[in-house]
């Protein structure tokens, strides 16, 4: 990255600002490892609380309400309190609340404790892109936008490396217990970790510039972009930049978010429509459910879990890839090659799941099948991870205009979360009724993806966030 850095900006002063956006990413993966540390514990919590599909799937999606709430408050928080502060209190939220999924006294208590973990991630699922895109410089900001997603990723890779490791420790059932908890009490406790990171994290890094300016604090302002940008950098030209753009600007509210057009402006639309179709393809019930998918269909609790991780380090390489390339080839074109993968892999993964066979309570594929899906699932993974899982969270941080970044971060985001749920809380039953016919859903919002993008988003790549409009 040294070698490529444009003038007035050093390979110290990158160092410094990929330290600053890692650490803001942390909240990233707070999300993925929540997101998929429940994968391990759904068939704990199913048999612990002897519930049916329609209860566990109410409980593992109930967090993602609270994460839509999250979302829907974290732009205004961040603008009256700060981002920094805003990271501290979702890390807080975070961290009590892994405290009360490990010791649930009944499944609604469990729903409670999922809500508030929902309510942290959420800020941080806003407050994360925001505060990256704020602080890195315009050459820089794809692939540093990028490290959300990949924190995201690498929280889900973590958390079922943990999952797998405490099942195998508690003799590969997640309802054996272990020191007075079940494995899977463990594997919701284990949350707390990552939680204090964050919050330790949250108060080492910098505020972002843009908010110092609007808080009248203009000499830390000129320290954080020096820090950022470099001293050789034109410093008071980009104070100067930030300044105009604000005086033009009030904070924004929801109603600033009015349009013509369906009650809401044409690119709030476009965010709202981006993050719908990221979680409409189906990627979270990958992470949410592999794990009871490979066991309905005759694999083992243990090795379903390991192909859960395997599926995780798919992901992984799938970031990498996008990172390198958004920044390159532009946002658009990876949207593009990313709906056209993952529709001819949900299309492959739907055709192998109706062979299925009905036994007892579980499904049967065929051995050949069996293999083909399960290449189909992390096909499908692999084009999600180097195109939509990290190119929707860049979009989000760059795309609005100023006057209603935070706003309209807000709002698609909220929207995200709430398609995410609705996935979420509908697979169990759908599964149920036909894993095939849930993958054609799947396969068709995949196409629907592409068609939108190719008619309605527009690039970003190299275009200041003064720029945007």
């Known amino acids: 990255m040294a070698g490529t850095a444009p003038s007035g900006t050093s390979s110290e002063n990158i160092g410094h600002v990929v330290f600053i956006t890692a650490a803001a990413a942390i909240g990233g993966f707070l999300f993925g490892y929540d997101s998929a540390v429940i994968n391990g514990a759904v068939t704990g919590i199913q048999k612990h609380f002897a519930v049916g599909p329609v209860q566990i799937g109410f409980v593992v999606a109930i967090a993602l309400l609270g994460s839509a709430l999250g979302a829907w408050i974290a ?7 700060g981002r920094t502060r805003t990271m501290q ?42 505060y990256i895109a704020e602080v890195s410089p315009p050459a820089y900001r794809g692939r540093l936008g990028s490290f959300q997603q990949l924190a995201i990723v ?61 808080a009248g604090k203009t000499q830390e302002a000129r320290r954080v972009l020096a820090e950022v940008e470099g001293e050789s950098s034109d410093v008071d030209a980009r104070l100067a930049e930030i300044q105009d753009s604000l005086r033009s600007e009030r904070r924004p509210r929801l109603r600033d978010l009015r349009g013509p057009k369906f009650g809401l402006l044409p690119i709030v639309w476009i965010g709202i429509l981006l993050s719908v179709f990221q979680q409409f393809v189906g990627i979270n019930v990958i992470f949410y459910y592999s794990a009871s998918l490979w066991q309905s269909i005759g694999i083992n609790q243990s090795n379903s879990l390991l192909i859960s991780f395997s599926t995780s380090i798919i992901n992984i390489v799938g970031t990498f890839i996008a990172i390198a390339l958004v920044d390159r080839i532009g946002r658009r074109p990876l949207l593009l090659i990313g709906s056209a993968g993952m529709a001819v892999a949900l299309a492959v993964a739907a055709w192998a799941f109706s062979s299925g066979v009905p036994s007892g309570d579980t499904v049967r594929l065929p051995e050949a099948q069996g293999f083909v899906a399960l290449v189909a699932a992390h ?48 697979f169990p039953s759908l599964a149920a009724w036909s894993l095939a016919g849930a993958y054609v859903g799947y396969t068709f919002f995949a196409v629907l993806s592409f068609v939108f993008v190719w008619f309605k988003v527009r690039e970003t790549k190299g275009r200041k966030l003064e720029e945007m409009g």
């Open 75 to 81: 732009g205004g928080l961040a603008d009256r309190w």
């Open 89 to 130: 209190v979702a890390a807080i939220l975070f961290a009590i609340s892994s405290v009360g999924q490990a010791l649930p006294f009944a499944v609604w208590d469990l729903a409670f404790w999922r809500v508030l973990a929902g309510v942290g991630i959420g800020m941080a699922s806003v407050i994360g892109p925001a």
């Open 154 to 214: 690498l929280g889900i890779a973590v958390s079922q490396l943990v999952n797998y490791a405490i099942a195998e420790t508690a003799g590969g059932n997640v309802n054996n217990k272990l020191a007075g908890l079940e494995a899977w009490q463990w594997m919701l406790g284990a949350c707390l970790v990552p939680a204090l990171l964050y919050l330790l994290f949250s108060t080492i890094i910098p505020e972002s510039p843009r908010f110092l300016v609007a």
């Open 379 to 426: 096909v499908f993974v692999l084009f999600f991870a180097l195109s939509w899982g990290v190119v929707v969270w860049v979009l989000l941080g760059e795309m609005f205009p100023n006057r209603v970044r935070a706003a309209a971060l807000s709002v698609a985001a909220s929207a995200q979360w709430v398609a995410n749920w609705l996935i979420t809380v509908s």
